[in-house]
């Protein structure tokens, strides 16, 4: 298994993470730091990061209903509550992680693991994992504009890839939109509204793949179920098979 993959596996941190930390020489190997992105590990390799020494946990992977002004990450430099601060120590002993993320004051169903594998292939857009919204935008929008939705919008360089407008709901002077895509840049959903024309005020995240959020208090949790993961579609097997196989 390659190195920054190991790294990833032992839910330390994801693999983009894993290889700054080998080329800063953060990575130990048997005792001998290596820099290569390319290293590869077999079973019995000892590997040690910033002096602790990682092995692979059980298998855990949790559904999080995030509330709104919350972070997505593991720890901020600013001193504001991440996710990680609204769980118990038990979990972030086994390495839980956020799979991608939600922005700040978006809110709803965030997965997070401690397999690495899981992690990479329900964020890598190549996978097209769907994920639903509930977007509260305002005005009403026009049909040229959720049809624009439809078709992928372009933000900044990016075209977005075609979403699906599930179903539009007057909300006052308002409207609640339910839209999919199965991309995840960087405040993707607000910014493909405003190259519409469109402000989106509230913001819920309420799938991802098949798993939904419902029956979740903000700021609760749960065990995802083996029947949920094995929906994905991204051959569940085979990524705890991935996984266990360094133990």
């Not at 590869?40 to 209903?65: A, H, R, Y």
């Not at 179903?167 to 409207?175: A, E, K, L, R």
């Not at 991802?208 to 993961?229: F, H, Q, T, Y």
């Amino acid at each position: 298994m390659r190195l920054h993959k190991y790294i990833a596996a032992c839910g330390y941190t994801s693999r983009r993470r894993a290889e700054l930390l080998i080329q800063a020489g953060r990575v130990l190997v048997n005792g001998k730091s290596l820099m290569s992105l390319g290293t590869t590990v077999k079973q019995g390799d000892v590997v040690t990061v910033n002096d602790e020494v990682l092995s692979i946990p059980e298998p855990k992977t949790i559904l999080f209903n995030k509330p709104p002004g919350i972070i997505t990450s593991t720890h901020d430099t600013h001193e504001r509550l991440t996710v990680m601060d609204y769980l118990p120590p038990a979990l972030l002993k086994v390495g839980i992680l956020p799979i991608g993320r939600l922005d700040r004051e978006t809110e709803g169903l965030l997965l997070m693991t401690n397999i690495g594998e899981l992690n990479h292939r329900v964020t890598h857009p190549s996978y097209e994992i769907e994920k639903e919204y509930v977007a509260l935008v305002n005005g009403k929008p026009a049909k040229n504009a959720l049809d624009k939705l439809a078709a992928g919008v372009q933000i900044e360089n990016h075209k977005t890839a075609p979403a699906k407008v599930l179903q539009t709901v007057p909300d006052g002077n308002n409207t609640q939109v339910v839209l999919v895509i199965h991309e995840g840049k960087k405040r993707q959903v607000r910014r493909m509204f405003e190259a519409v024309g469109y402000k989106v005020l509230r913001l819920a995240r309420t799938r991802v793949g098949n798993i939904k959020l419902k029956g979740l208090e903000p700021c609760g949790w749960r065990d995802a179920s083996l029947d949920e993961l094995r929906g994905l579609g991204i051959d569940y097997d085979d990524i705890l098979k991935k996984h266990s196989s360094f133990k």
